[in-house]
């Protein structure tokens, strides 16, 4: 989500998207949703297709940018399969102006979103995320 913190240089409460290296901040706040549950949208980082809906995927991770304060994460789209150890879930796509959603047998745009969530074991043993593994945090 982000971050709060009061830089000694300006000595005025900011919030940020990302920490800027070398910041120091007595005050320093970071705000993260930990709800295992959680529904969130993901681009892609290649076409997907109608049946990639409902599968499991993994996670490109690259560096995000600092000039507009945006992670570059996507959604891994080479990855959708049942593998249950995939990080996300497919649940559906989003149709809008900056994302063309496939139809049919015809595929979405280069970079489509998703509405994705932690991909979790229904027995909550064998779960991508923390909160709900068996053997605690």
């Known amino acids: 989500m982000g971050c709060s913190y009061t830089p000694s240089t300006t000595n005025q409460k900011t919030f940020n998207t990302q920490w800027p290296a070398s910041t120091v901040a007595s005050d320093a706040m970071a705000y993260v949703i930990d709800d295992p549950f959680v529904v969130f949208q993901m681009q892609g980082d290649e076409a997907l297709n109608t049946t990639d809906r409902g599968l499991n995927a993994a996670v490109v991770q690259t560096a995000g940018s600092t000039s507009i304060g945006k992670s570059k994460n996507a959604l891994d789209a ?34 489509p979103d998703v509405i994705v969530k932690f991909n979790a074991a229904s027995s909550g043993s064998a779960s991508n995320h923390q909160y709900l593994n068996a053997t605690g945090l």
């Open 78 to 111: 080479s990855t959708p399969a049942t593998t249950n150890t995939l990080p996300l879930r497919i649940l559906d796509f989003v149709d809008g102006p900056d994302s063309l959603a496939p139809v049919g047998t015809t595929a979405s745009d280069a970079f």
